[in-house]
């Protein structure tokens, strides 16, 4: 990616703000976007250019890698989203690789900012409706002393119950029993 292509990347981004901020933030970037524009001698027609490019987006977890296929697909169409293979290792990179023009750009990197932190939230608590369905605690008498916040946030709490309700009771048998010796 050339310098000029990350600056303007950048503007965009700005742009982007200034067009969807919110009274102080929007005058903040709508000032900010002018200036660099005079900087730079960028023109609008520069920002608002509909050529599609290829734009790589990092995520970190396997859901967060899915989660940006989604939205590729939900702005470009299906067959836009590529993966990143290393040159030197072959392995493949943290990263998707999006066709797409700026602005579909801006939006993708949006939702995905937005729905990455709302995945997070929402596996959390299927993580905590997942131990509390299974039951994986110690007995009582290891658990050893809990601190209790006592406020119990009843939203959450409803949600966590009927995510547990959806959620299958697994158990496994136990390879060792308490108390059993070998009597030969």
């Known amino acids: 990616m050339t310098e000029r292509e990350r600056l303007l990347e950048k503007l965009a981004a700005v742009k982007a703000l200034a067009d969807r901020g919110v009274d102080g933030?929007?005058?903040?970037?709508?000032?900010?976007?002018?200036?660099?524009?005079?900087?730079y001698g960028i023109t609008e027609a520069d920002l608002?250019?509909?050529?599609?490019?290829?734009?790589?987006?990092?995520?970190?977890?396997e859901y967060e890698r899915r989660l940006l296929y989604q939205l590729a697909y939900k702005y470009t169409g299906s067959?836009?989203?590529?993966?990143?293979?290393?040159?030197?290792?072959g392995r493949s990179r943290k990263k998707v690789?999006?066709?797409?023009?700026?602005?579909q750009y801006i939006e993708i990197?949006?939702?995905?900012?937005?729905?990455?932190?709302?995945?997070a939230e929402e596996m959390e608590l299927f993580y905590t409706a997942f131990i509390n369905k299974n039951r994986l605690f110690p007995p009582p008498e290891l658990a050893g002393d809990i601190e209790d916040s006592g406020e119990i946030d009843l939203v959450r709490l409803g949600k966590l119950q009927a995510m547990m309700g959806?959620?299958?009771?697994?158990?496994?048998?136990?390879?060792?029993t308490e108390g059993s010796e070998d009597n030969e």
Not at 26 to 34: G, H, I, M, V, Y
Request: glycine fraction near 8%.
């Open 109 to 119: 990197e949006a939702d995905f900012e937005f729905y990455r932190a709302a995945l």
């Open 25 to 39: 933030e929007k005058a903040a970037a709508e000032n900010r976007l002018r200036l660099m524009m005079e900087k």
């Open 48 to 61: 608002e250019d509909a050529s599609v490019r290829l734009y790589w987006i990092r995520y970190k977890t």
């Open 97 to 103: 690789g999006i066709d797409c023009t700026t602005a």
């Open 166 to 176: 959806g959620i299958e009771q697994r158990s496994r048998n136990k390879a060792l």
């Open 79 to 89: 067959g836009h989203a590529h993966g990143c293979v290393g040159t030197y290792t």
